[in-house]
């Protein structure tokens, strides 16, 4: 079993290429729900739908929602003066009515998530970090607290932050199939994803640091930092705003209590030797997943890289 750390794209892009390498019903992506919101009372989870879309071979090239959507719904409520700054296609609406029936009627975001995934034909398995509410929020420079979405998609991810919380961690514990996967996987791969906003969340799961942190001889991450900077999103200038280096050596270091390994790209192969010096094996190599082939190959990296044990391990 493999298991990993997944937020949207970046993680989602990995796993279209990990499931041509393994067998798919080997994978577990444990999703992070820090993004999660409600929209017009419906409960919308992004990172769990564009990993679940990607992995059923639906998604748009945006990164986020279905390809080939309409958007009658949205323009309806634009009629009436209703936000539509988060843009809810007419074919993706369906699986947040499904997922908030669902819910409502008493089933786990672990068990809706599943049925979704069986249904669309997706053969990985994917589960949500926790089945209750965390929520990603962020303060703004000028003092506002904002949650997530509307930071990243109602302000573009333009504005500057001072700080994250992720409120509710204290009372959520991570789910079951999240614990059983990292507890079995021989390998955990933390994908390359917002360190702050996307692995942030997960990690912020005592049960799940802790765990990681027994276990990080078969923890390996891929950097989303290449050359200094996110190849889309806000982790960059996030990593900068919090104090961190905008680099693949900065995620290294906010990694290091829980992975052993990192796979970083050519144009950073300068940073090695002070990535090695937090106590990780290093590869370099390309890491743009520029398609299937270009994912399934960092993803074979990946794997080759933990599955080598250390030399006074071996
Ligand atoms: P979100 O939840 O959709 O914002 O996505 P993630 O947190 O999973 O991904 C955002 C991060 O993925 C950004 O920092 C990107 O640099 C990184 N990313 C996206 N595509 C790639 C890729 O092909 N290679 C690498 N190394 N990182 C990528
Ligand atoms: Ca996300």
């Not at 009372?171 to 507890?183: F, H, I, N, P, Q």
């Not at 300068?270 to 994912?295: F, W």
């Amino acid at each position: 079993m493999i298991a990993v750390l997944s937020g949207g794209v970046g993680a989602a892009r990995l796993l279209s290429g990990l499931v041509d390498v393994v067998e798919p019903e080997s994978v577990v992506a444990v999703v992070n729900t820090g993004d999660d919101l409600r929209w017009n009372t419906l409960y919308v989870a992004p990172d769990l739908d564009t990993v679940t879309y990607t992995l059923a071979g639906l998604n748009a090239t945006t990164g986020w929602g279905l390809e080939g959507e309409s958007w009658r719904t949205l323009e309806t409520l634009d009629r009436f003066g209703a936000p539509t700054w988060f843009g809810i296609g007419d074919m993706d609406l369906a699986t947040h009515l499904y997922r908030s029936e669902q819910l409502a009627a008493g089933r786990t975001l672990s068990e809706v998530t599943a049925a979704i995934a069986r249904s669309l034909g997706v053969r990985a398995n994917i589960v949500p970090m926790s089945d209750q509410p965390v929520r990603t929020m962020l303060t703004l420079d000028g003092g506002d607290e904002v949650d997530f979405q509307e930071y990243f998609v109602h302000h573009r991810h333009s504005v500057a932050i001072s700080s994250v919380r992720f409120a509710g961690i204290e009372d959520a514990t991570a789910s079951v199939g999240a614990l059983g996967a990292l507890e079995e996987a021989e390998s955990i791969i933390l994908a390359p994803s917002n360190p702050i906003v996307s692995l942030g969340p997960i990690l912020a799961l005592e049960e799940i640091s802790s765990l990681l942190r027994r276990r990080r001889d078969h923890v390996v991450a891929i950097s989303p930092i290449i050359a200094g900077a996110a190849l889309k999103g806000p982790a960059d200038r996030m990593l900068t705003e919090l104090g961190h280096e905008s680099t693949a050596f900065g995620v290294a270091e906010l990694l290091a209590h829980v992975a052993s390994a990192m796979v970083i790209d050519n144009a950073d192969a300068a940073l090695a030797p002070r990535i090695a010096a937090l106590g990780y094996r290093v590869t370099v190599r390309d890491t743009v997943m520029r398609d299937r082939s270009t994912s399934a190959a960092l993803a074979a990296a990946t794997l080759d890289l933990v599955q080598t044990l250390p030399i006074d391990r071996a």
